[in-house]
């Protein structure tokens, strides 16, 4: 689709919604969530992308926590992307106005709403075409979903802010990227090593200009590999949805396996230790990672007191990363503070959620989820249950299924007689692997 099409139809999505408070989007990767996103940004209404396969649960409280009047696309009103409207952008990406709201997983609870401003999007966006040199004359690939800030707003919004051709391949198999035959490649990890062990697909983006991974630390090895077989290794960059992409490497720079680049412009970042001194940059010590950027969430949906929480007393952004920072600015990410947040193929998954979909069924007494390491996707949700006896785990893992988008759900479900308790009655996750 061209963008005078695009401009078209969902200017007349635009006319339509506008007015609303908040619209949501059912997000499949297809032309019309496109249209119906951007028709929703150039209406000024606040858009909430879902996952298409979202649980009963996740679906119910993501509509009533973000007030969105309609869910648009192909779930309850067809777009018609031959429809076409000339509709004037009254908000173009400039504004404090909330353009997005996009749901994301906590340690515990319901996801969270994290309202992203026209101005941050736009500025995030601005940030990464010139660190990356990205221009009109490069093709975008990528397979990524387009309820999240990788797959939807560098991958979708990214390329309209630039003004280069994006290609979706539907999902991001290396087949598909093989065939896509773009310059520049988006991939979070599990991508990335998938291509890695596929000489035939790694051998065919030899021509791209630029690979970019992210989402989830990639493994040297599997830089390495990349960079033999295509000639060069993934730029690395990293962010949260929260603050958008903050850090990454250049184009032009040094690509460095196990880092993830410098900050990006107008970006700071700090690094903290347990009693919250401020540490020195030396690429050894760790702590956890604060950044103050411009492009920081404008607050959690209807959550004050989360919001409050998430930033120092002097307004810095904590990511709950643990890092290194090097004398020359280059960040390593070593891991997370909490054991809670899993990162499972790059989506971000939540323990207590998946432990509160377990818990729902009137067999299970105690629940702990876990990520457990894995070579495909860096780490995968592991759920230790304490049941009544007859109840199984292949009926756990169905039970779960019909709960929570596939992503969330426990890969493998083990059953104990008692979960292992610190004297606080704490679940020790740590030793729940050699339980
Ligand atoms: C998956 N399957 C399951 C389960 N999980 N079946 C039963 N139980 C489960 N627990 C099914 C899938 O539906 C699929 O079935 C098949 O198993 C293969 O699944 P999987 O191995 O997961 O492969 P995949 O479906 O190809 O997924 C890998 C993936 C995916 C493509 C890398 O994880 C992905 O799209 N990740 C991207 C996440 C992302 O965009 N994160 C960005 C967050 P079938 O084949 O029948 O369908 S934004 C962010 O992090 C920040 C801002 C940043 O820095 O970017
Ligand atoms: P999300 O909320 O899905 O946006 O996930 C944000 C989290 O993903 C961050 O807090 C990090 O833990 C992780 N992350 C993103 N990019 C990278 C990266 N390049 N290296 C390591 N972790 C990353």
Redesign the pocket.
């Known amino acids: 689709m061209h963008l005078a099409e695009l401009a078209g139809a969902a200017g007349a999505v635009a006319a339509r919604i506008e007015g609303a408070p908040v619209v949501a989007v059912h997000a499949d990767a297809s032309l019309e969530t496109v249209v119906a996103i951007v028709g929703a940004l150039m209406a000024g209404v606040p858009v909430v992308p879902i996952a298409p396969d979202a649980g009963p649960l996740e679906l119910g409280h993501i509509r009533s926590d973000s007030g969105a009047a309609a869910v648009l696309n192909t779930a309850e009103l067809p777009i018609d992307v031959t429809e076409r409207a000339d509709f004037a952008p009254r908000h173009a990406l400039i504004d404090e106005r909330i353009a997005m709201i996009l749901y994301t997983s906590g340690t515990t609870g319901l996801p969270k709403g994290v309202q992203l401003s026209a101005r941050a999007i736009a500025l995030d966006l601005d940030m990464l075409a010139e660190a990356w040199e990205w221009t009109p004359e490069d093709v975008l690939a990528h ?3 387009l309820f ?4 939807l707003v ?1 991958g979708i919004l990214g390329p309209l802010r630039v003004g280069s051709p994006v290609v979706h391949t539907g ?3 290396p087949d598909a990227y093989a065939a896509a035959d773009a310059d520049v490649y988006f991939g ?1 990890p ?2 990335w090593s998938r291509i890695a062990a596929d000489t035939a697909a790694a051998t065919a983006l030899r021509g791209a200009r630029l690979l970019v991974s ?3 630390g990639l493994p040297a090895p599997i830089f390495e590999k990349l960079e033999a077989y295509c000639g060069q290794g993934p730029v690395e ?5 929260e603050t ?2 903050t850090v990454s490497g250049r184009a032009r720079g040094e690509r460095r396996a196990g880092w993830v680049g410098a900050a990006l412009p107008g970006v700071s970042t700090r690094l903290r230790d347990d009693e919250g001194a401020v540490m020195v940059n030396d690429g050894e010590a760790v702590g956890e990672l604060e950044v103050l950027t411009p492009t920081v969430m404008s607050g959690y949906r209807n959550l004050p007191e989360a919001t409050a929480a998430a930033q120092s007393d002097d307004g810095w952004f904590a990511t709950g990363d643990v890092a290194s920072i090097d004398a020359d600015g280059w960040h390593r990410i070593v891991g997370r503070k909490s054991v809670d947040l899993i990162k ?5 998954i939540g323990a207590g959620e998946v432990e509160a979909a377990l818990l729902a069924h009137p067999g299970v007494r105690e629940a702990a989820v876990v990520g457990e390491k894995d070579d ?2 860096g780490q995968v ?1 592991v759920a230790y249950v304490v049941a009544d006896d007859g109840v199984t785990g292949q009926e756990l ?1 169905v039970f779960a ?1 019909e709960h929570l988008a ?2 969330k ?3 493998r479900v083990e059953l104990r007689s008692e979960l292992p308790r610190n004297a606080m009655g704490k679940v020790q996750k740590a030793r729940l692997g050699s339980s």
């Open positions: 397979g990524l979903p999240h800030v990788h797959g560098l999902r991001p198999t979070v599990t991508v992210g989402s989830a960059r990293y962010g949260m949805t958008l992409i499972s193929g790059g989506y971000r495909d996707l949700v893992s299924g596939v992503h759900r426990p890969r």
